[in-house]
């Protein structure tokens, strides 16, 4: 079946704009999870949604940063006047209930000139 | 999460098999190890997981000692599009909550080379 998808897979934006990201999972997967990864850099855990509990929001790095899960499928990630060091490339995961293996998307590239 | 140690590259040719080492010497009873690698540009991928028996997929197989301080994620016939970091992962089970993200550290970086 299809896999996790995002979009737009690269974003260009000016500081102090707003940006919205998008992450479709695979269909059925209960659990979804957002990461940062900067240039040469781990993964960030940022966000994770689990079925209808309240998301689990410790690593999101400032205020700035938010995110929700309509429906229990897709997710928007929205960064709010973007800075500089927001620069980065912004992973979705999602896993089924039952099983410890996250599944991720391709990421979006953000560039905050 | 148990830290992990691995070397920072590697290098393999083609058509032979790529071994991968990973250090988890503090490696807790209930916790798993985990591989994941990602090519260039693309979203990390999940190659393989195990607790103490070898296991063995499509992609590759694991072989875990049997103290559990180390293992090793075996490519058996490396081909240029395995070129990628590997990431060794060592986490327990979950059921909910942040325990489920994953930590990645720096991985090594495989280079299979014609």
């Known amino acids: 079946g299809a896999g996790v998808s995002q979009s737009p897979s690269n974003k260009v934006t000016e500081k102090g704009k707003d940006v919205e990201l998008r992450c479709d999972p695979i269909s059925g997967h209960t659990a979804l999870y957002w990461y940062r990864q900067s240039l040469g850099q781990g993964l960030e855990f940022l966000i994770y949604?689990?079925?209808?509990?309240?998301?689990?929001k410790s690593g999101l790095p400032s205020d700035r940063f938010s995110a929700e899960r309509t429906g229990g499928s897709v997710s928007t990630l929205t960064i709010q006047r973007t800075q500089q060091e927001d620069s980065a490339v912004y992973l979705c995961?999602?896993?089924?209930?039952?099983?410890?293996?996250?599944?991720f998307g391709p990421g979006t590239r953000l560039l905050v000139l | 999460d148990a830290k992990t140690t691995q070397p920072p590259s590697m290098d393999c040719a083609e058509g032979r098999a790529a071994n991968l080492p990973c250090n988890h010497s503090t490696i807790s009873g209930n916790e798993y190890v985990y591989w994941y690698r990602q090519i260039h540009s693309q979203g990390p991928q999940y190659i393989i997981h195990g607790l103490k028996n070898n296991e063995t997929n499509e992609m590759a197989s694991l072989i875990i000692t049997e103290d559990r301080k180390s293992s090793t994620l075996i490519l058996p016939h490396a081909t240029l599009r395995d070129t990628a970091v590997y990431y060794c992962i060592v986490r327990a089970t979950y059921y909910g909550g942040s325990q489920g993200n994953l930590i990645f550290g720096k991985g090594t970086k495989l280079s299979v080379k014609p």
């Open positions: 995961a999602s896993r089924f209930g039952g099983s410890e293996t996250q599944y």
């Open positions: 949604f689990q079925g209808n509990s309240a998301p689990d």
